[in-house]
């Protein structure tokens, strides 16, 4: 029987969440049983051999929804296969400094739960979509523009899939 995986998401602006849903297309491609959702709408795991567990950064942490998704399902977590991505601006370029940064921003969830997998990916900066303030803030800091890499995406989720017990 094809393995149930759920996709668990905390986004602010929705490039997370659209990096969760091409998560999501290419296991079904793959032939698994899938669902997406935003983790404030997950009331039950119970259903799921799989749990992906992903969120945007913002100041250098994880969206809080996530560690509190995380927390809420601690326990049966510890009998699933889990797997955690992050979506963030570290990642516009990717050495091995802004992937020991990524790391970082995991490392609340790596203690919850060691994971078969961790996929980190650029996001999107789209100046329109800030305030005022942080648009300030950021000008000339952090660059503007979509990063995301789908190609990457897609390549995690296919080393991912192999790992599914
Ligand atoms: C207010 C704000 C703070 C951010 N802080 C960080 C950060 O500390 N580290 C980082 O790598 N990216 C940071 N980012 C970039 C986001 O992680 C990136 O834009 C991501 O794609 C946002 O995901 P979302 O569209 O799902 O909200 C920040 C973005 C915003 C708007």
Redesign the pocket.
């Known amino acids: 029987m094809s393995k149930k995986v759920l996709i668990a998401?905390?986004?602010?602006?929705?490039?997370?969440?659209?990096?969760a849903e091409k998560i999501g297309e290419a296991l079904k491609v793959l032939g698994f049983d899938v669902e997406v959702k935003n983790v404030k709408e997950i009331n039950d795991i119970s259903y799921y051999d799989v749990i992906i567990i992903g969120?945007?950064?913002?100041?250098?942490?994880l969206?809080p929804e996530t560690i509190k998704f995380a927390n809420r399902f601690r326990e049966e977590l510890q009998n699933k296969s889990v797997a955690y991505f992050?979506?963030?601006?570290?990642?516009?370029k990717d050495t091995e400094e802004?992937r020991a940064?990524?790391q970082k921003?995991i490392k609340p969830l790596l203690e919850i739960k060691e994971p078969i997998s961790v996929g980190l990916?650029?996001?999107?900066?789209?100046y329109s979509?800030?305030s005022f303030v942080?648009r300030i803030?950021?000008k000339g800091r952090?660059p503007e523009g979509d990063?995301?890499d789908w190609n990457s995406v897609i390549s995690w989720v296919n080393s991912l899939s192999e790992k599914f017990s």
Do not use: N, P
């Open positions: 998401y905390a986004s602010r602006a929705g490039s997370t969440a659209e990096v969120s945007a950064v913002r100041m250098f942490k969206l992050i979506v963030c601006l570290t990642m516009h802004s940064q990524a921003y990916f650029a996001g999107k900066m789209d979509k800030l942080w803030l950021f952090v990063f995301r």
